[in-house]
């Protein structure tokens, strides 16, 4: 089992940034590769970006490249998503999940968060 808390959501404007945190107990983090999804209100639950196990890989989806990163510190049982230049758009429930399985998919993924709530306001 692996327990993961998100934090670090809030309103923030157009333009603005915000740091997204995972804090992850229980089994080996360092074994599990880190996705972080969100959901907006009334639509599906849809991938933003993952992380390898050991870091060495980072994909994105095309609507964040470039403006939101993913970090993983495994010492620290911790992982991240930077967003910067927010837009309207990007306002969602935002998780953090692990997985095996190297996937963008969400069934690929055994454990989730409870989600963080993000709004940017235009």
């Known amino acids: 089992q692996v327990q993961l808390v998100e934090s670090g959501g809030g309103l923030v404007q157009a333009g603005g940034s915000l740091r997204l945190s995972c804090a992850a107990s229980?089994?080996?983090?360092?074994?599990?590769?880190l996705g972080w999804f969100r959901q907006a209100p009334g639509k599906e639950r849809e991938f933003v970006a993952r992380?390898?196990?050991?870091?060495?890989?980072?994909n994105y989806a095309d609507s964040v490249k470039g403006r939101f990163t993913i970090s993983r510190i495994n010492a620290q049982n911790t992982g991240s998503l930077q967003m910067n230049s927010l837009k309207p758009e990007d306002t969602a429930v935002y998780y953090c999940?692990?997985?095996?399985?190297?996937?963008?998919?969400?069934?690929?993924?055994?454990?989730w968060g409870q989600g963080t709530q993000v709004t940017v306001s235009s």
């Open positions: 992380m390898f196990r050991s870091g060495a890989i980072t």
């Open positions: 229980g089994r080996l983090f360092s074994s599990y590769h």
């Open positions: 999940a692990a997985a095996t399985r190297w996937s963008t998919e969400l069934r690929s993924y055994d454990y």
